[in-house]
């Protein structure tokens, strides 16, 4: 089975760049921007990497970030994360990154994108994978500061595909950026937003994300699966779901198993990504390795979910056809 998912070519479109900073290169990096880590080794730092919550995990997150200050930098980022994918068989990535976490410590939204940019060409040169961004707003802050963020944002139209939204979702509903997403479909991007797991409102929020908001697809939203309503309309709407079972594995109780072969039955356009892989210790292998461990998956149901991931993506048809 190992074989079988390892030869799968790969879709993943739930991942986010800053969340695949290793430690070795966090390190490599503190060094080249003389900045002092609080930790004297790898092995030290990654035993920092203690989290059971979203909010626990998200400090450890923004905290790593630090290291981030240069273009070069995103570049190095991107392109360890993209060589590290392809040899995973991904051949298409859509990557979540978080400019306001970048900009709000100083580093110019020109930097991050340049340098993620140049790493994004350089693979598909090299290595033949293919990746486009997603800018993420962080909902913890105003919808005054995202929906500066995505004016800023349109004079790099054409390199990000689609807006996100994740950070802290407690207190922090849909409806709030609401304006936000209006605007950014006006201007021809796709919509996404996390609605995490077992969150506070968690079948509402997604509620509103599906009626109020519209959005194209869902990252996690497991919980929909509480309402028939919802269930109804994310068949009906086509709408993907981006699971990300390892991680949920970190922030609440197991990989939501369950939850995953009902979206398989029910026909739900389910996919399998690591979200935050270095943090977590699983890339997309390792993620449907697991699940098909636990859930006693046939080949044909794994490969459903790089089947649902490239008929979700959000690239032209003719493209896809090369994959499918
Ligand atoms: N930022 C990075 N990973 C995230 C996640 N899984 N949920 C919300 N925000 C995030
Ligand atoms: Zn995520």
């Known amino acids: 089975m190992r074989d079988f998912i390892g030869g799968l070519p790969k879709c993943e479109l739930h991942l986010h760049i800053e969340g695949t900073l290793e430690p070795e290169l966090k390190f490599a990096l503190a060094e080249r921007n003389g900045i002092e880590l609080p930790y004297a080794s790898v092995e030290e730092m990654r035993a920092t990497y203690r989290f059971d919550s979203l909010a626990s995990f998200l400090t450890v997150y923004y905290d790593g970030m630090r290291v981030l200050l240069h273009e070069p930098d995103f570049y190095d980022l991107a392109m360890a994360y993209l060589r590290k994918a392809a040899s995973q068989n991904v051949r298409y990535v859509e990557m979540f990154f978080d400019p306001q976490a970048h900009t709000g410590r100083g580093v110019p939204f020109d930097v991050v994108v340049r340098g993620l940019t140049r790493a994004i060409g350089d693979a598909r040169r090299e290595l033949g994978i293919r990746a486009q961004l997603i800018m993420c707003f962080l909902r913890d802050f105003q919808a005054e500061y995202a929906m500066a963020t995505l004016v800023q944002s349109l004079a790099y139209r054409e390199w990000i595909v689609g807006i996100g939204l994740d950070s802290d979702e407690r207190g922090n509903p849909p409806a709030k950026f609401a304006a936000v997403y209006a605007r950014a479909r006006a201007e021809g991007y796709r919509l996404t937003m996390h609605c995490d797991v077992d969150q506070e409102n968690s079948v509402e929020h997604i509620r509103q994300a599906i009626e109020d908001i519209g959005v194209d697809r869902i990252d996690h939203g497991s919980n929909a699966l509480e309402d028939p309503k919802l269930v109804a309309a994310i068949k009906e709407r086509g709408l993907g779901l981006t699971v990300c ?80």
Do not use: H
Request: charged residues 30%; negative net charge; aromatic residues 10%.
């Open 245 to 324: 079972p390892v991680s949920n594995s970190f922030v609440v109780d197991g990989i939501k198993g369950a939850e995953i072969r009902r979206m398989l039955d029910e026909g739900i356009l389910v996919t399998i990504n690591s979200d935050d892989p270095a943090y977590m210790d699983a890339y997309v292998q390792e993620n449907l390795e697991r699940t098909q461990a636990d859930l006693g998956l046939t080949e044909a149901e794994v490969a459903r979910f790089e089947y649902n991931a490239f008929a979700i993506a959000w690239l032209p048809e003719d493209v896809k056809d090369a994959y499918i």
